[in-house]
């Protein structure tokens, strides 16, 4: 048995073995390094896996040698591999940073315990990514929320905690709802395997259970993925958790709900009976406008940078499941190509955030007056990066638009990609706050003898701006594999 | 179809809206973390309830028993106890930490307070 034979198991093992090393070494230094070579191992293996399903195969690994559908079977194809590499891409990307970042955030003594959770985390996340067993997904779907609200309460503010409390009440619900679905699933065909499910529920049909597990999964992972109106834990969590967490958590977690949301309408439910049988399409499209709209008005009236760019990824995820509600293969398209390049966006955001917090000490608007003359490079990137969420020709944000638009034509709405094309005005209203502040105003006194941020900060986040700018003109990668992915999911699921 | 056969359901959706009324209904974290615990438990019963046949034995295969429960939902559910333990364990560990910061565990106490340093916040303080 080759190494390469085992890629699928070693995509979660590997996170998973370092977070009780990270414990057992009991210091920052060892732990730092184990987590970050793992999440590197990581990276390589979903890079792996992605070269591996470029041609449209799909891996099929049996844990234990198991087989499916008894055994837990662990399934990767276009769009799981694509996320996967989302994932740990950002870990890869996250973890240097942190090291710098929690120095100013977390007590010494507890570093080891922030990248243990991080590895938790990391693999909770890989882990919903690849399972193909339905129970698995909630199992995993616990391990990266359960770290998640660690992570976030580990935050300097007292205000952290109540996040974490709020977030792990609502989370908490949510990943019950989504036991709820998987049960009734589970009642109706007798099977957890997804791709065994998908099959039992052709010949059952739109019976009022299997109608009704759908509503119950919809509704619990929509609070995971923070659909609006079901957001309200967001914009607390990320602002008052730990920068490199805000980055990562923004960058990843909602995205991999999505991906969770994707793969069972079109997976497991099939798109047949999901936009037929009930009055979905419109719901999810209402709910995305109204997010659209809705979440960038709020991101306006914000005085913390954080949460004005929380508010505004509530408002992108609603571009996201906008695609979604299409049913189309450029609508899919548009959904996971959003969920990339959002992903890459959010993630150069938060962390650029992280560096001027450690700078100047906080985020809030006031005190980030005159930021470029301090921080050009970071304020700079930050510019990018909102004109990737604005949507502007020449960066990511505005690829998915594009898509997004030509979608809504398809379907002869030209009302629709008017509103999108309003709503990408509001963005403009609330990155121009930020440039106000930071471009056309004085530096607060105390600022003055302030320096630009530490490379070890800065780099990283460069990285992730620099992305933001190449898939806006680049995107063989990440349209290339979004199109794959959305013609493979239509194809199984008619 | 008598009353008696679907009764572990009533039973099973009771608990659960009841849990689910407790969490959005009270301000105290506690109270919340109960409720929390009332809603989840709710789902173990929608689990084991069908598993179990009347007469069923535990699936060892011998001549005397034809009738066999299923194994499967028992299995799962002892993963969801663990899963449901340590969110219940991590809810209070959070709310001894905001009793030390806030002094208080009452939902509304805590958002005026929060409110407070919000204000502050905007101060540029």
Not at chain 1, 8 to 19: C, D, G, K, Y
Not at chain 1, 282 to 296: K, N, Y
Not at chain 1, 359 to 372: D, E, I, K, P
Not at chain 2, 40 to 64: C, F, M, N, R, W
Request: proline residues 4%; hydrophobic residues 55%; positive net charge.
């Amino acid at each position: 048995m080759s190494l390469a034979l085992h890629l699928p198991a070693l995509q979660v093992v590997i996170p998973l073995v370092s977070a009780p090393l990270a414990v057992l070494f009991r210091r920052a230094g060892p732990a730092f390094l184990i987590v970050t070579a793992a999440s590197w191992a990581a990276f390589a293996t979903a890079i792996a896996l992605w070269l591996k399903t470029g041609d449209g195969a799909t891996i099929s690994y049996a844990i234990g040698s198991w087989q499916p559908p008894w055994g837990i079977e662990y399934r990767v194809d276009r769009l799981s591999s694509f996320v996967l590499l989302i994932v740990s891409g950002m870990a890869a990307l996250t973890l240097p940073y942190s090291r710098a970042s929690i120095e100013r955030e977390i007590p010494r003594e507890q570093h080891y315990l922030f990248y243990a959770m991080f590895a938790l985390c990391l693999t909770g996340l890989l882990g919903i990514t690849i399972t193909g067993d339905a129970f698995n997904i909630f199992v995993f779907l616990e391990i990266s929320s359960l770290s998640s609200y660690v992570l976030i309460a580990l935050g300097r503010d007292r205000r952290a905690l109540m996040a974490a409390y709020q977030y792990l009440v609502m989370g908490t619900i949510g990943a019950t709802f989504i036991v709820i679905g998987i049960g009734l699933l589970y009642l109706i065909t007798g099977t957890l395997n997804l791709a065994d499910m998908a099959g039992r529920l052709a010949q059952v049909g739109g019976t009022r259970p299997v109608l009704a597990a759908l509503a119950f999964l919809t509704v619990g992972i929509s609070l995971k993925l923070a659909l609006y109106p079901l957001h309200q834990w967001l914009p607390n969590a990320y602002t008052y958790a730990p920068s490199a967490v805000s980055a990562f958590l923004a960058a990843t977690a909602t995205k991999v709900s999505v991906y969770v949301l994707i793969r069972f309408y079109y997976s497991v439910f099939g798109e047949s009976l999901v936009f037929a049988k009930l009055p979905l399409p419109q719901i999810m499209l209402l709910l995305s406008v109204a997010a659209m709209f809705a979440a960038s008005a709020v991101a306006i009236f914000q005085h913390d940078l954080k949460r004005l760019f929380a508010y505004s990824s509530v408002a992108q995820i609603g571009y996201i499941t906008l695609g979604l509600s299409f049913d189309s293969v450029t609508g899919l398209t548009a959904s996971i190509v959003h969920l990339f390049n959002h992903a890459v966006t959010k993630g150069a955001l938060f962390l650029l955030i992280g560096g001027a917090v450690a700078v100047v000490g906080g985020a809030t608007l006031s005190r980030l007056s005159g930021l470029a003359r301090v921080m050009p490079l970071t304020s700079f990137g930050i510019v990018l990066g909102g004109l990737s969420l604005i949507g502007v020709p020449g960066t990511a944000g505005f690829i998915s638009k594009w898509y997004l638009v030509l979608a809504a034509l398809e379907k002869g709405q030209w009302w629709l990609a008017m509103a999108i094309v309003a709503s990408s005005l509001l963005a403009v209203a609330y990155v121009w706050r930020f440039v106000e502040v930071a471009y056309f105003r004085e530096p607060r006194a105390d600022l003055a003898t302030r320096r630009e941020a530490p490379l070890a900060l800065l780099v990283p986040a460069w990285i992730l701006v620099g992305a933001t700018v190449y898939f806006g003109l680049e995107t063989s990668v990440s349209v290339g594999s979004a199109a794959n992915a959305a013609a493979m999911l239509l194809g199984i699921g008619k | 179809m008598s009353f008696g056969s679907h009764f572990s359901y009533a039973i099973t959706v009771f608990l659960m809206v009841a849990g689910l009324f407790i969490v959005i209904a009270r301000g105290n974290l506690i109270k919340k973390l109960v409720g929390l615990g009332i809603f989840q438990t709710s789902v173990y019963l929608l689990y084991i309830a069908p598993g179990k046949l009347i007469g069923g034995t535990a699936p060892i295969i011998d001549e005397h028993f034809k009738l066999y429960s299923n194994p499967l939902p028992h299995v799962l559910i002892l993963t969801a106890i663990v899963v449901g333990v340590a969110t219940l364990a991590l809810g209070l560990a959070l709310v001894v930490r905001i009793r030390e910061a806030y002094g208080t565990i009452e939902d509304d106490e805590i958002l005026a307070r929060d409110a407070d340093d919000q204000r502050n916040d905007g101060q540029g303080g």
